[in-house]
């Protein structure tokens, strides 16, 4: 597992494909049923009205338009919308002229006040209900028609218009929550996971692994950091950190976890991964930040210290036994990968 830095562009596309398969599922559910009305009629041999055959045109239409991707969804939907607005309409003038306003109408107002509220922001899903209903109300009273339908077609437009506020409003609130909680667990410059993060995931890695302790972390240090800012100035010494951090994910692999720890610190953790293992990674993670290109053409290197944590008793011990080591790493010439408390020259 590595954290990656996000973009605006793909989760607008995921949703976007995710909107075009209910739209494609809805619409061809109501091709469906303007068939079935189709076929009702000529069952009872009956010719066919006009507005299930319309509609089924319409979602023939709609089907394949909201399957090609490079007709921008909104003019699909929209176009779809004034359409369906058109032919409801139509029939509401042809039924007033033969004198009364059929009950279904009224149902079909209320599925074009709830298509509205789906594709339109609110401001014009209230207007263009508002003119539809004003369109009911006016025909309805000239043609003596049921009030008693008017009113729980009011009361269904209120209905709608006070779940889709309340809904955007609900889901707002939780966009603005996940991204809260994102920034609050991730670090800016490297988009990385910080200390925050990491904690909960290494208290969860060490539990889990109570028994085996096939789990280790790697705690690495840019080697003279200070000298690049004080050289270069910082601002090359945050393209260098953003580089260093993006040399750590590419090497790592798909369980693992690359934190920024702290300045120039990072910290990996290593889940399932036996003491050698871990050093052998080590190595390799090093000998990878030597060959990366860095900014205005720099070489830099790093020092790690590696504990497992079948070495210690808690998680507060297994990070002062990789800090330790560390140091150790820097005290014994740099550019090393340390998994002892004393040089091994001095074992030697």
Avoid at 294 to 312: D, N, R
Avoid at 317 to 337: F, N, P, S
Wanted: glycine share 6%; aromatic share 6%.
């Amino acid at each position: 597992m590595t954290a990656t830095k996000s973009t605006s562009a793909a989760p607008r596309q995921n949703a976007e494909a995710f909107r075009r398969q209910v739209y494609v599922a809805t619409v061809a559910l109501a091709g469906l049923v303007n068939l079935a009305i189709m076929g009702v009629d000529v069952f009872h041999s009956q010719t066919p009205e006009l507005p299930p055959v319309l509609g089924t045109l319409l979602c023939a239409v709609l089907v394949p338009l909201l399957l090609q991707r490079r007709v921008p969804l909104q003019q699909i939907v929209n176009g779809a919308l004034i359409a369906a607005t058109l032919v409801v309409v139509t029939e509401l003038l042809t039924a007033f002229r033969e004198g009364a306003l059929e009950p279904r109408l009224y149902f079909a107002g209320v599925f074009l006040f709830l298509t509205a509220f789906s594709v339109l922001s609110i401001r014009y899903a209230a207007l263009y209900s508002s003119a539809l209903y004003l369109v009911f109300v006016a025909l309805t009273l000239l043609s003596h028609g049921d009030t008693t339908l008017l009113a729980q077609q009011a009361l269904t437009v209120f209905l709608i218009a006070h779940l889709s506020v309340f809904g955007q409003r609900v889901s707002a609130e939780r966009a603005e929550a996940k991204a809260s909680q994102l920034l609050a667990s991730t670090d800016f410059l490297t988009s990385l996971a910080n200390r925050r993060a990491m904690y909960p995931l290494l208290e969860g890695a060490f539990q889990a692994d109570a028994e085996g302790r096939q789990t280790a972390v790697l705690l690495l240090d840019i080697d003279h950091f200070k000298r690049v800012n004080d050289r270069h100035g910082h601002q090359v010494g945050d393209e260098v950190l953003q580089q260093f951090a993006l040399v750590l994910q590419q090497a790592v692999g798909a369980r693992d976890v690359v934190s920024r720890w702290g300045g120039e610190e990072f910290l990996i953790l290593l889940p399932g991964s036996a003491k050698r293992e871990a050093i052998d990674r080590a190595e390799h993670l090093l000998r990878r930040v030597r060959q990366a290109a860095m900014p205005v053409g720099l070489q830099i290197t790093a020092s790690c210290g590696v504990a497992h944590a079948a070495e210690v008793e808690s998680i507060e011990e297994w990070l002062l036994c990789a800090d330790k080591r560390l140091y150790v790493a820097k005290g014994c010439g740099r550019d090393q990968v340390s998994s002892l408390d004393h040089c091994e020259e001095e074992t030697a």
